[in-house]
């Protein structure tokens, strides 16, 4: 079996997750947003608190964001999702604002400094662009900085209006947990650790007593089964958690899918507690 479920962890596993000197941590919309889709400030501040401890500790760590979106509807007064493009667009370029002015606040307080860094897919497609892009990350890195990423939604267009497997020019990212993976492998990270808002990878419904929590996974392909589609609010999923999962591991790193909502997870998983689903590097199947 390429997988373990919780009864069987492997500790010497996740005293690999220990060693991760270089992370990435992406926070998904359902950590940023509560289910009444109001802001989790206190969720924001615990991660805050929490990541200024790595980078006391030494590591490394950049951040990727998800919902700037939700914060504009929020800000704006709309319930439900707004299907025109332009006022996604509009709601992107409200919410991306507060949600930098948010995290900025919470590092100052801490001691942190911090740097938005907007993504589009041409970032990756174009060396020069690429190559800029690794040389400021690692200079803020070098700075002692903690960049926030996140897709630049109020100019790109083809995450918002297109669904993943639409056709078309071959795509680079589709939401942010793929984008995550893929600062992960280029700025060389050794740990991507994917907040959501369940405790990780099931082998069946999380909602359903039967299932239990994957705890270690050796190889993908074998678990893609287990995939629960989103709510809705986010544009990612279990699936596209999975994939992004692939990218690192693949690139030789590890990956960890946990509860963004759990306080002090991200402390657990990089002391190498046995919280959420690890993901092991792709030569070490």
């Given at each position: 079996?390429?997988?373990s479920?919780?009864?069987?962890t492997?500790?010497?596993?996740?005293?690999?997750?220990?060693?991760?000197r270089?992370?990435?941590?992406?926070?998904?919309t359902?950590?940023?947003?509560?289910?009444?889709?109001?802001?989790?400030?206190?969720q924001?501040?615990g991660?805050?608190?929490?990541?200024?401890?790595?980078?006391?500790?030494?590591r490394?760590?950049?951040?990727v964001?998800?919902?700037?979106?939700?914060?504009?509807?929020?800000?704006?007064?709309?319930?439900?999702?707004?299907?025109?493009?332009?006022?996604?667009?509009?709601?992107?370029?409200?919410?991306q604002?507060?949600?930098?002015?948010?995290?900025d606040?919470?590092?100052?307080?801490?001691?942190?400094?911090?740097?938005?860094?907007?993504?589009?897919?041409?970032?990756?497609?174009?060396?020069?662009?690429y190559?800029?892009?690794?040389s400021?990350?690692?200079?803020?890195?070098?700075?002692?900085?903690?960049?926030?990423?996140?897709?630049?939604?109020?100019?790109?267009?083809?995450e918002?209006d297109?669904?993943?497997?639409?056709?078309?020019?071959?795509?680079v990212f589709g939401?942010n947990?793929?984008?995550?993976?893929?600062?992960?492998t280029?700025i060389?990270?050794?740990?991507l650790?994917?907040?959501?808002?369940?405790?990780?990878?099931?082998?069946?419904?999380p909602?359903?007593?039967?299932s239990?929590?994957?705890?270690?996974?050796?190889e993908?392909?074998?678990?893609?089964?287990?995939a629960?589609?989103?709510?809705?609010?986010?544009?990612?999923?279990?699936?596209?958690?999975?994939?992004a999962?692939?990218?690192?591991?693949?690139?030789?790193?590890?990956?960890?899918?946990a509860?963004?909502?759990s306080p002090?997870?991200?402390?657990?998983?990089?002391?190498g507690d046995?919280?959420?689903?690890?993901?092991?590097?792709?030569s070490?199947?």
């Open positions: 079996m390429s997988f479920v919780q009864s069987a492997n500790l010497e596993a996740r005293k690999k997750v220990t060693s991760a270089r992370l990435v941590i992406k926070v998904g359902n950590v940023v947003m509560r289910d009444d889709g109001r802001l989790a400030l206190s924001l501040y991660i805050a608190e929490s990541v200024a401890r790595l980078r006391q500790q030494g490394d760590v950049l951040m964001s998800s919902g700037a979106v939700g914060l504009g509807m929020e800000r704006v007064g709309m319930s439900t999702r707004p299907t025109e493009l332009s006022q996604i667009q509009a709601c992107a370029a409200i919410g604002s507060r949600l930098m002015a948010i995290y606040d919470a590092f100052d307080k801490l001691g942190c400094r911090t740097a938005q860094v907007l993504l589009t897919e041409d970032d990756f497609r174009d060396s020069s662009r190559s800029n892009l690794r400021t990350l690692a200079s803020l890195l070098a700075m002692g900085v903690i960049p926030v990423i996140n897709e630049n939604d109020t100019v790109s267009t083809a918002l297109h669904p993943a497997d639409a056709p078309g020019r071959e795509r939401d947990d793929k984008l995550s993976a893929l600062v992960m280029h060389e990270a050794d740990l650790l994917l907040l959501s808002d369940v405790d990780g990878l099931y082998n069946g419904s909602t359903e007593g039967s239990a929590l994957i705890s270690e996974v050796d993908i392909d074998d678990v893609l089964g287990f629960q589609a989103g709510n809705g609010r986010g544009r990612g999923g279990m699936a596209s958690k999975l994939e999962a692939r990218i690192a591991t693949h690139a030789g790193g590890l990956a960890v899918i509860n963004g909502r002090g997870v991200i402390e657990r998983v990089c002391a046995a919280v959420g689903t690890l993901f092991l590097p792709r070490a199947a």
